[in-house]
């Protein structure tokens, strides 16, 4: 099993330029999550998806758009890309029955100029 | 808001000595806590997970010691190595509504291990 795979690794914008961040599981896991992480941050949840066919935002969704494509793939769209997102994103996946842990994917490094 | 915060940012340890790493977590109401390691340039990974009905939890080099009274939840490594240095990082369930299940996760404490 390869885990949570995310795609590209590293990404550099400009400002206003539009992009998707590609996320996909094979543990046939239920959930799954987008986080960005700040220097000197925590994580910090973007947007989530319970179930296959279901979304909903987190804590810092402004700016940013999910789709959950089927139950392995979950991608985060960036529409206009602004400086304020530069970040690592992580997206994570979650069996959801009778486990809290998330299973973290490598990150993609963003830099938007 | 919730909040789970350290009280460290930063730790540095002798190798083979002990560390403590220690966490604040401000909702009485959750009922699972979590601790992830996360080494430069990677994702963080699952060290050891504790519930609210629980006190401690043991695992290989690893325990975590959970204070519901004062709200605080500690890891401690025994007989820290270079591998260990990392940042870690907690983690509480956010037990309400539909966000059941979603992390909050604290700032972080960077460990770094002398040898």
């Known amino acids: 099993n390869a885990g949570v795979t995310q795609t590209p690794k590293f990404q550099v914008l400009k400002t206003g330029q539009s992009m998707t961040l590609q996320c996909a599981q094979d543990m046939n896991h239920n959930s799954m999550y987008w986080y960005r992480q700040d220097p000197g941050m925590g994580l910090r949840l ?3 998806s ?6 909903d935002k987190g804590e810092v969704p402004n700016g940013y758009n999910v789709s ?3 139950k392995r793939e979950f991608s985060l769209r960036l529409e ?15 069996p959801s029955q009778g486990s809290h842990e998330q299973f973290f994917g490598p990150g993609t ?3 938007v100029l | 808001g919730e909040s789970v915060g350290l ?15 220690n966490c604040a977590y401000s909702n ?8 992830y390691k996360q080494e430069s340039g990677k994702g963080p990974q699952f060290i050891i997970d504790i519930r609210s009905n629980m006190d401690k939890r043991q695992g290989q080099r690893v325990t975590v010691l959970l204070n519901k009274t004062v709200k605080h939840l500690s890891l401690q490594i025994a007989a820290t190595q270079p591998g260990d240095s990392a940042v870690y990082f907690c983690a509480e369930n956010a037990a309400y509504g539909g966000s059941q299940g ?3 996760f604290g700032k972080g404490t960077k460990l770094s291990v002398k040898p």
């Open chain 1, 109 to 111: 490094r963003l830099t």
């Open chain 2, 28 to 35: 009485s109401a959750s009922d699972y806590f979590i601790w």
């Open chain 1, 50 to 55: 319970a179930s296959e066919g279901t979304t």
């Open chain 1, 68 to 70: 959950r494509l089927n």
């Open chain 2, 7 to 21: 009280h460290l940012p930063t730790l540095s340890v002798q190798e083979g000595d002990n560390s403590i790493i």
């Open chain 1, 80 to 94: 206009s890309a602004a400086p304020s997102q530069t970040s690592v994103y992580f997206c994570a996946s979650r």
């Open chain 1, 46 to 48: 973007i947007y989530y």
């Open chain 2, 102 to 104: 979603n992390l909050i």
